[in-house]
């Protein structure tokens, strides 16, 4: 069952804290999860977090840490000894540790590692934070059940219970040869349901799905998502087995993955809380905002130029603001499906029939649109059906050419190794106002002869 | 590592299917996992898809089954008979198999039930197919290792042995009294470490998280990623244990909500994928772009009744697309912070001091985009002070009521229970550009007096 963490809970605690009712706090928290401590040390001042960190026992505010906003943990381990530090991270397994060290500043990292106790956890952090944090390598942990291939299952099952002191969950034991080289597996049923006299050799499983160090962390996850993998081991360039990946790191890297993409589509370029401060909010918001004003002063030259209909077809300009509104809803739809299909991997056949596809559509959808506009706007607007056709076949271009730019940008970003996510958003609404505005009074221009 | 799907390789089956070659097929695909046949399927015309699966042994193809598109797997189904389809799903865990006789018609729903072999199975089903499929009972499978309080380790282990023959993975071991109502578990770790005379009652954990069969999913997804759960038992309104959910049924649950914010966000109120049909797509984007089409009315409407003002500031009319999409941007920024934070659950303290940081955002990046403006109208667009300055204050004012709608409407949404998503992407942008150009007008109005 979840805790709630009510105002009065905050209230209570700041009060303790103020009266410095050390075992009344101990009291009140001892029950309560390390993600619910964490979640109300985010929400307390920094002094009374930092009070309430060192009142708890290690092991505790060792998971505390990781749960903790980056922002309060760095503030956290900015007044605690590297000692401290040390101590904190022995408690956790290696992916995590490495994770938090690679957070402190270079020069305190080095101090960190030469004060971890345990000799064998600090080389296999050390070793971890070598790689990029977005690859399998960053994201994988040291701590995996292996068993060598030359063993029976009865020495299997000795060293196992060995080993699984220092996992924290079996999700596969592996099968190595001398040389370390990944081979197979073995898996938990085969564990409990075979006898202990078999060897090694006879029952292990020599298929197994495997990444590489340098594997990016977005491709594990689609492969771990796609096999329905709990863990998957991770090799070097030898194939000899280094580390583990589990799906929980993986929740983290997919949840992360979206809320990019989301974020990019709503024109936020960095990774913001509603809760950061307005420095951050505005760092992450006014460059996209520069960006769509630099594109508006473009849309007010294209309507300066135009100018000359205002003379006799001053209606004209009552309808830019719909048809640039028309042209980035497309295209923001058009670029969306693209970007969620490039992430998924699942855009195929030719880019031809895919063109074909988006007129037809846009023909479709844009036809209905006009019937509307021009019924629209000759019985609410009182518009003549001169205009009204000429907005209306406006519509339909514009319709056209946004989907186009909507669908085919993105893949071309993504045959060009960027991001394709950096195409929806302002971008892609920017862009289409003013070629939406450019078409429209070509058209006009065409049509009226202004 | 995984398998890539190439164009010759669907080629070669295609060939072999024309050919009535079994046997090489069956070569072909034997090392190839499920779920990449599942996609050579989705690749290949109806009835080529049809015979592949006809020929491959029902272990595997119940597997493929599951990760098979909607569609196909629909078309698949109605060539199969209740007893064919009976035999599949004897190869599934309890969940899985619920989740495809849920997509049946209904009549047939009862005839494949009647021919399920395992009649355990078949009323773990049955009792499946109760719940809600968007909460903890549509997302529980019935598959899970569970001992009883007052056994010994040595019971425990040889009952789990046989437990564990259904199971695909062990992922805890729940401790349930004589009543079968959740008590605590026992981990794996446990298992592995302790010694098999232990009575259980003095070795399990009395705590353990659960979810009521009633709980919604996505709260299930937040609570199993808060809490770094890989599997979290069910119990019923009696506190008896009734399933288990594990962390990759919860995978997708956060996929999918993820995948939905952000469709909804581009104006796309459907799950529908770049390669569904003209259809599916124009009517998962059509209604939005409907609204769309009705909120530029309005606009129209706006402008005509402020067309006065175009005999002595025709300038005004150029600068109402910028003032539009300067509106929109902002309003889809923070309605994207915000309906993120509400997913999230990290939105926190009062709406005054929400309300007062929003002002103050938006007056910082308001003006320092209005300095761009006058500065880039004049030197640019040799537009007068006077009507740079009114479309200055236009934009810091337009850019304020943009952010505060696109702040609290989703937050007045998720108070009245509706899904705050909603009011991102079309619904924002229109509603702001009409804002945006009632507001520009009227302080032009004011300023330049027409």
Chains 1, 2 share one sequence.
């Not at 990292?109 to 990029?132: M, T």
């Not at 938990?188 to 160090?213: A, F, G, M, N, Q």
């Not at 019924?375 to 059906?385: F, I, Q, T, W």
Request: hydrophobic share 45%; glycine share 6%.
């Amino acid at each position: 069952m979840e805790f709630k963490i009510s105002r009065d809970f905050i209230t209570q605690i700041e009060q303790y804290v103020s009266e410095n009712r050390e075992n009344e706090l101990q009291a009140l928290l001892a029950d309560i999860h390390y993600a619910d401590i964490a979640e109300i040390m985010g929400e307390l001042d920094d002094a009374d977090s930092i009070y309430i960190f060192h009142i708890l026992d290690s092991e505790k505010t060792a998971e505390i840490l990781l749960e903790l906003d980056e922002e309060v943990r760095e503030k956290i381990l900015k007044g605690l000894s590297p000692k401290e530090i040390a101590e904190e991270l022995d408690e956790l397994s290696t992916d995590d540790a490495a994770d938090i060290i690679a957070e402190l500043p270079e020069g305190r990292q080095g101090e960190v590692i030469s004060e971890l106790l345990d000799v064998e956890h600090a080389k296999d952090i050390v070793d971890l934070l070598r790689y990029d944090e977005d690859t399998a390598g960053g994201l994988m942990g040291k701590e995996l059940v292996k068993v060598n291939e030359n063993w029976t299952v009865l020495t299997c099952v000795k060293e196992m219970r060995i080993q699984a002191e220092n996992v924290q969950r079996v999700h596969s034991i592996y099968v190595v040869d001398d040389e370390n080289r990944l081979k197979g597996r073995l898996s938990l049923k085969d564990l409990l349901t075979t006898s202990t006299k078999t060897p090694i050799s006879e029952v292990y499983i020599p298929k197994v799905d495997s990444v590489k160090v340098t594997t990016p962390d977005v491709e594990v996850a689609r492969i771990m998502q796609k096999y329905d993998l709990e863990a998957i081991p991770v090799i070097d360039e030898l194939g000899r087995l280094v580390g583990r990946i589990t799906i929980d790191d993986i929740v983290d890297v997919i949840k992360d993955e979206a809320d990019k993409d989301y974020q990019l589509a709503a024109g936020i370029s960095q990774d913001v809380e509603a809760d950061d401060s307005i420095i951050d909010l505005t760092k992450a918001r006014l460059p996209w905002l520069v960006l769509a004003l630099l594109g508006g002063f473009i849309s007010v030259k294209l309507l300066n130029s135009f100018s000359g209909a205002m003379q006799y077809h001053k209606e004209l300009f009552f309808f830019t603001p719909l048809i640039a509104a028309m042209a980035g809803n497309v295209g923001v739809q058009s670029s969306a499906i693209i970007v969620q299909g490039l992430a998924n991997n699942s855009i195929s056949g030719s880019l031809f029939n895919r063109l074909i596809k988006e007129v037809l559509l846009s023909l479709l959808n844009g036809s209905l649109l006009a019937l509307i506009l021009i019924a629209g706007s000759h019985l609410l607007l009182g518009v003549s059906y001169e205009v009204g056709l000429t907005v209306s076949i406006s519509l339909i271009s514009v319709i056209i050419i946004a989907s186009l730019i909507g669908t085919f940008i993105p893949i071309l970003l993504n045959k060009m190794g960027i991001d394709p996510a950096l195409a929806t958003g302002p971008f892609i609404t920017t862009s289409n106002d003013i070629c939406g505005i450019l078409i429209y009074f070509s058209i006009a221009k065409l049509i009226l002869g202004f």
